[in-house]
């Protein structure tokens, strides 16, 4: 079912969430993350936090196939949807500046996680891409996180051509990415610099700062669930079904 750990030292949280398919996201792990994501932002000992995935692979390949493949009725398909939802809208919320740690290839939800982090470091092989349409639904519920970042008209180019990968190049032209580095390791060296560096501020200016940067989002309270439940009506249908079998094969 996956993991998800934090270490705390120096007043930075590290989240990282691992699963074995390429760190996917069945509801259960998008449950526990948005739970360790509120939990972590009542810590008073901890100025940021930084969000990473396991291993040196995918970053996030979205949402976990199997599930949306047993999804049976209106309801378990806005459930499911309202997961990344809720992982959203709990970094938004978080009082804490969230770091990005994008070591990897991001798909779907993976990019939506991506897009909600305050500042983001990736890799020259952070690729991105945003392939719902092809599965008979579409990025619903991230596209408000998404294009928050990178605007309507980057977000509608992923969206309206959901089999072509986006380069980091262009993550980082469009204001996805914050740093792009060739490797992990300078990745993980730059990361280290900069995170003891922007914990050594004033928490209260942080604090005030996060505030400023997700200005005129409250809405996503209820934005987010209505987005979800369009998802979950789509996942029913038989092309969504036909074309999760093809992707899963």
Same mark, same amino acid.
Request: aromatic share 10%; proline share 2%; glycine share 8%.
């Given at each position: 079912?996956?993991?998800?750990?934090?270490?705390?030292?120096?007043?930075?949280?590290?989240?990282?969430?691992?699963?074995?398919?390429?760190?996917?996201?069945?509801?259960?792990?998008?449950?526990?993350?948005?739970?360790?994501?509120?939990?972590?932002?009542?810590?008073?000992?901890?100025?940021?936090?930084?969000?990473?995935?396991?291993?040196?692979?995918?970053?996030?390949?979205?949402?976990?196939?199997?599930?949306?493949?047993?999804?049976?009725?209106?309801?378990?398909?806005?459930?499911?949807?309202?997961?990344?939802?809720?992982?959203?809208?709990?970094?938004?919320? /978080?009082?804490?500046?969230?770091?990005?740690?994008?070591?990897?290839?991001?798909?779907?939800?993976?990019?939506?996680?991506? /897009?909600?982090?305050?500042?983001?470091?990736?890799?020259?092989? /952070?690729?991105?891409?945003?392939?719902?349409?092809?599965?008979?639904?579409?990025?619903?519920?991230?596209?408000?996180?998404?294009?928050?970042?990178?605007?309507?008209?980057?977000?509608?180019?992923?969206?309206?051509?959901?089999?072509?990968?986006?380069?980091?190049?262009?993550?980082?032209?469009?204001?996805?990415?914050?740093?792009?580095?060739?490797?992990?390791?300078?990745?993980?060296?730059?990361?280290?610099?900069?995170?003891?560096?922007?914990?050594?501020?004033?928490?209260?200016?942080?604090?005030?700062?996060?505030?400023?940067?997700?200005?005129?989002?409250?809405?996503?309270? /209820?934005?987010?669930?209505?987005?979800?439940?369009?998802?979950?009506?789509?996942?029913?249908?038989?092309?969504?079904?036909?074309?999760?079998?093809?992707?899963?094969?």
């Amino acid at each position: 079912m996956g993991t998800i750990e934090t270490f705390i030292n120096n007043s930075i949280a590290t989240i990282t969430f691992y699963h074995p398919s390429s760190n996917s996201f069945p509801s259960s792990l998008l449950q526990n993350l948005t739970d360790e994501i509120y939990s972590v932002s009542k810590n008073d000992d901890v100025a940021i936090i930084v969000l990473k995935s396991a291993g040196n692979g995918a970053f996030c390949a979205g949402a976990s196939f199997d599930e949306l493949l047993a999804v049976s009725n209106y309801e378990e398909g806005g459930k499911f949807f309202s997961g990344f939802a809720n992982v959203i809208n709990a970094m938004r919320k /978080s009082p804490k500046l969230i770091i990005g740690r994008i070591h990897g290839k991001a798909v779907g939800g993976g990019v939506g996680l991506a /897009s909600a982090c305050d500042y983001s470091f990736a890799t020259q092989k /952070s690729e991105i891409k945003l392939s719902e349409i092809a599965i008979g639904i579409g990025p619903f519920v991230i596209e408000p996180a998404v294009s928050r970042k990178i605007g309507k008209i980057a977000m509608s180019e992923m969206t309206l051509n959901p089999t072509a990968w986006k380069t980091s190049k262009w993550a980082f032209e469009k204001g996805l990415f914050s740093e792009v580095f060739e490797t992990i390791e300078e990745l993980d060296i730059r990361l280290e610099e900069y995170t003891n560096e922007l914990s050594s501020y004033n928490k209260e200016a942080l604090l005030e700062m996060k505030k400023v940067l997700w200005e005129d989002t409250n809405h996503w309270d /209820s934005l987010l669930y209505e987005r979800a439940a369009i998802s979950g009506r789509l996942v029913l249908s038989d092309f969504t079904k036909n074309a999760l079998e093809k992707f899963k094969k």
